[in-house]
């Protein structure tokens, strides 16, 4: 089962039959069809809330409208490699090989031309819950004194009585060979919610930070009965999660010694985020997180901010009339709750994972964020001033696939996985 988000969505296709902008940038040569740039999806005024509060409405135009949005065609892209089952994670290693996970539980080794691949062994499976978001999801890698470490997030079951729940865990192993060794779970979430109330929203996307610092990122379980536990600083749900290497907790966390909080919690008030990068130039977190039916964000992750949900939102219940719609929470902003970098409003993008570009490939495109999007079947650039968005241009979107994850490559190109059980690679070079 896929994204809710997901689905056949006539408010984005009503949304995109009105976009016309197509822009052009260096490099690539001509695009059909440019035209005037003019606002596209995810403008209009008939996206807009009409019970919302004056101040409210304010915002997200702020937020929001004020974006000016693009289209961009680009050449054909390279496909580095199929066959992947809904592939979720990659990552790379310092030979340029990469690891990729795929969500039934397999994890993958493949040359860096993408022509040779092997499956990795060592990855326990009989606890494993592979339905709904579940499965094996995010990977990183790194070389430390000669040894290779790879951190793997992955959805699990409870032992014994607890069968019938599952919740977020992370596990680290070397490498060697096609082999993992001395596997260890170093993270277990603290709650694990029955797989017959919610299979959704485990997050995880997992980032390398520096100091020997992890951040892992869990979503809020998505049922009803679950969603406020991203308030709860006793709950793992919702959060983003800062550890160390080895799954010890940062003295310098933010609710250390706070009674009753789990001290791994970072930041809280997330719905269900899937996207985690480092700025290349301020360090800053960067993450995109799933909004419910519209109200998909970009946040930046703040040591011990609350980001809102499910008492401030963008979107609405699933299955309520978009245009008139009341959000989550009934409001977009309150005190003390951050506000997004830039949000959708009522189109769902649907964005899972998210990367900077820094490389020497694409100058033109120098720490602009790239977002892979599942139910928008599209990739979007973002181009910022410091934490401004200047503007949002709409890529790939012709191939009418759902994107789950993009990386750049260390030649600087841009590699994109498709979440199909046909999986790819794509690869975005000059
Ligand atoms: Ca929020």
Known sequence: MRDQQCAGDPVLAASCSRRQALNRFAGWGSVAGL?????????????????APAQAAATEAAQNLAVAEYAEALPETQTLHT???????????????????????????????????????????ARLQTTGHGGLLDVQAESVGG??????????????GEYNRAGTAVARARLVGTALRDF??????????????????YGSRLLLAPNNKLFISVGEGRADSLRDQ???LGSHLGKILRVNRNGSVPTDNPFVGRAGAKPEIWSLGHRNPQGLALHPATGEIWSTEHGPQGGDELNIIQR???????????????????????????????????QPVTQWGRVRIAPSGIVFCDGSMFPEWKNHLFIACL????????????????????MLDNMGRRFRHVRQAPDGSLLILTDEDNGRILRIAR
């Open 184 to 201: 260890t779970v170093i993270f277990r979430s603290s709650f694990k919610y029955p797989v017959k109330v919610s299979r959704f929203h």
């Open 35 to 51: 035209s005037a740039l003019l606002p596209a999806c995810g403008g209009g005024s008939e996206d807009l809330a009409t019970e």
């Open 230 to 232: 991203a308030q709860a």
């Open 304 to 338: 011990g901010h609350n980001y809102g949900w499910p008492r401030i939102s963008y979107g609405c219940e699933y299955g309520t009339p978009p245009a008139t719609c009341t959000v989550v929470g009934g409001q977009t902003s309150a005190p003390g709750l951050d």
């Open 375 to 394: 139910g928008g079947k599209e990739l979007w650039r973002v181009v910022l001033d410091g934490r401004r968005v200047v503007s949002r241009t709409r």
């Open 83 to 125: 066959g992947l089952n809904q592939p979720w994670g990659l990552a790379f290693l310092p030979d340029r090989r990469m690891l990729v996970t795929e969500k039934v539980g397999r994890l993958r080794l493949l040359s860096p031309d993408g022509s040779r691949m092997s499956t990795v062994s060592g990855v326990p499976t």
């Open 147 to 160: 040894d290779i470490w790879v951190y793997l997030s992955y959805a699990e079951r409870g032992s014994g």
